[in-house]
């Protein structure tokens, strides 16, 4: 990967952020849906369903847990301002 195609995220695989904001988008659309009332059609066991809300709790859990496990990850890509690869 060239550091310099995605200078926001250097050094850091874009699948990881890719794959994170994908489940805090979910959790955005589950939040809009619990304040306006709505239901959210959501792919459960191979079929569309419409579903409410409060109905979505292992989806829920899964996308926190996931990004939980992305944001360690991404972490491991970021250092420190103060440190130092170079040798003198």
């Known amino acids: 990967m060239n550091p310099e195609t995605f200078p926001p995220a250097h050094g850091i695989p874009m ?10 988008a979910f959790l955005e659309v589950v939040e809009d849906s619990r304040r306006e009332g709505l239901p ?9 369903a419409e579903l409410m809300p409060d ?11 996931r990004i939980a496990e992305l944001s360690a ?15 003198p």
Do not use: C, M, Y
């Open 15 to 24: 699948e990881l952020l890719t794959d994170r904001g994908l489940h805090e």
């Open 40 to 48: 959210v059609v959501i792919d459960r066991n191979g079929s569309v």
């Open 55 to 65: 109905q979505l709790g292992s989806e829920v859990q899964f996308a926190r847990n």
């Open 73 to 87: 990850e991404i972490a491991k890509f970021q250092r420190s301002p103060f440190s130092v690869n170079e040798t």
